[in-house]
């Protein structure tokens, strides 16, 4: 029953940015934390950032680290990536999480000139 929707990807040339969304439903989505991963071609998957279920702290990779930002808006049952200053190493599907069981199907974000 817990659905998670992720959006937002697309090609980017290196530099730009780009917002990524998860609308949730299904659940409680004001009751859990929420975390971003993603999975670059022939590699595992790596948490980007995460974020409690009230908002108020946020952590991320050192890889992303002062170029995304996680937020959420309970309100709208959405969590939301902002991603600056693109990178070609940042290629790769992002997924949103609730919990190891629970997975969008993940949007494709492609960093290229």
């Known amino acids: 029953e817990v659905q998670l929707v992720e959006s937002g990807g697309g090609l980017v040339q290196p530099g730009g940015s780009l917002r990524l969304s998860c609308a949730a439903s299904g659940f409680t989505f004001s009751g859990y934390g929420m975390s971003w991963f993603r999975q670059a071609p022939g590699k595992g998957l790596e948490w980007v950032s995460g974020i409690n279920s009230g908002g108020g702290s946020t952590s991320y990779a050192d890889s992303v680290k002062g170029r995304f930002t996680i937020s959420r808006d309970n309100a709208e049952n959405t969590l939301s990536l902002q991603m600056n200053r693109l990178k070609p190493e940042d290629t790769a599907v992002y997924y949103c999480?609730?919990?190891?069981?629970?997975w969008g199907r993940g949007t494709q974000v492609t960093v290229s000139s």
């Open positions: 999480a609730r919990s190891f069981r629970d």
